[in-house]
């Protein structure tokens, strides 16, 4: 039984090693957990190493092998759709037979990169290195590695006062002032509410921070 399973096992496996990232973060994934993925600024270069681990006593015939960086969009209820607006590719070996592992050195420089990596209840943004080793008469020996990018954006010279009014005609006017437009993720949100008229009974009041995601064209 065991030679028959080792008969139809592929006779190679490919695995991915990403070089040159500023570091590394933790990022939420489907199960619930946590993945630690390596974390690229939007004009860096993105290197790396691609093995092909040949079995002992295989060999690897194939069509050719390629490293592909993709920038992707993901919609969750229509994710074999997803939408790439990035997409690159680098040949490392054109058809042949391989009858031991070999590794190849890849890097992808001045790849347009002018999202940022995102994950949202509905749609997810990423970014991720896939290598396809080609076979003409067997499924191709696929592998990903998936990042993530920032692109850190100057401090904008002009950040003014943002003035917001709300109410009821002739009986509540209210109006929210808050000390800038535009915050950083980890700035403190400092404000100010004038009640400019009111004429109803206000029986409880609250503000709340909230995050609104929409998607489609």
Not at 82 to 100: D, M
Not at 139 to 154: C, G, I, R, S, Y
Not at 179 to 194: E, F, P, T
């Amino acid at each position: 039984m065991a030679a028959i399973l080792n008969f139809f096992s592929p006779p190679a496996s490919v695995s991915i090693q990403l070089q040159g990232a500023q570091r590394t973060i933790q990022v939420a994934n489907e199960t619930g957990g946590t993945d630690i993925v390596p974390l690229y600024l939007g004009g860096d270069a993105v290197s790396g190493i691609v093995a092909v681990n040949v079995n002992a006593g295989k060999k690897l015939e194939h069509a050719g092998i390629k490293v592909e960086l993709i920038g992707q969009i993901e919609l969750f209820y229509d994710r074999s759709n997803p939408y790439e607006f990035t997409s690159v590719i680098r040949e490392l070996e054109p058809a042949g037979e391989l009858t031991n592992s070999k590794t190849y050195p890849f890097e992808f420089k001045n790849v347009d990169k002018q999202f940022e990596s995102y994950a949202g209840i509905n749609v997810k943004l990423r970014y991720l290195v896939r290598v396809t080793v080609q076979r003409n008469y067997a499924t191709n020996l696929t592998k990903e590695q998936e990042f993530w990018v920032h692109n850190l954006q100057p401090t904008p010279e002009v950040n003014n006062p943002l003035k917001m009014e709300v109410g009821i005609e002739d009986s509540l006017h209210i109006e929210f002032e808050y000390s800038k437009a535009k915050y950083h993720l980890r700035d403190v949100v400092l404000g100010k509410i004038y009640f400019l008229l009111v004429r109803i009974k206000i029986k409880h009041m609250e503000l709340s921070i909230v995050r609104r995601e929409s998607t489609g064209s």
